[in-house]
Nanobody, 117 residues
Framework: QVQLVESGGGLVQPGGSLRLSCAAS????????MNWYRQPPGKQRELVAS???????NFADSVKGRFTISRDNAKNTVYLQMNSPKPEDTAVYYC???????????WGQGTQVTVSS
């Protein structure tokens, strides 16, 4: 049974920093890409950042230069470091892992991030 558990969300001031973690279990995840999505209030879910099995990262234009993504395969964990967050980064953040060997995606339960002074 694959489980993804996010943590680290909360209230952060604009210009501050926050690190989200997603701990995965139930598979060997090192061969899969791992992604962070977010869903702002009243909007659709969007891809924020992704990291391939080889460690290559991609980011949405809106967070480039401010967010970084990394993974620790020994811990089956992916991180999202949010630097200089803005109020528009307020959203529920979700961890996502496409398990291509099963033809489906797995999602975490989400963690709320609120950027406000």
């Amino acid at each position: 049974q694959v489980q993804l558990v996010e943590s680290g969300g909360g209230l952060v001031q604009p210009g501050g920093s926050l690190r989200l973690s997603c701990a995965a279990s139930g598979r060997i995840f090192s061969i899969f890409a791992m992604n962070w999505y977010r869903q702002p209030p009243g909007k659709q879910r969007e891809l924020v950042a992704s990291v391939t099995s080889a460690g290559s990262a991609n980011f949405a234009d809106s967070v480039k230069g401010r967010f970084t993504i990394s993974r620790d395969n020994a811990k089956n964990t992916v991180y999202l470091q949010m630097n200089s967050p803005k109020p528009e980064d307020t959203a529920v953040y979700y961890c996502n892992v496409p398990i291509w060997t099963e033809g489906r995606d797995y999602w975490g339960q989400g963690t709320q991030v609120t950027v406000s002074s």
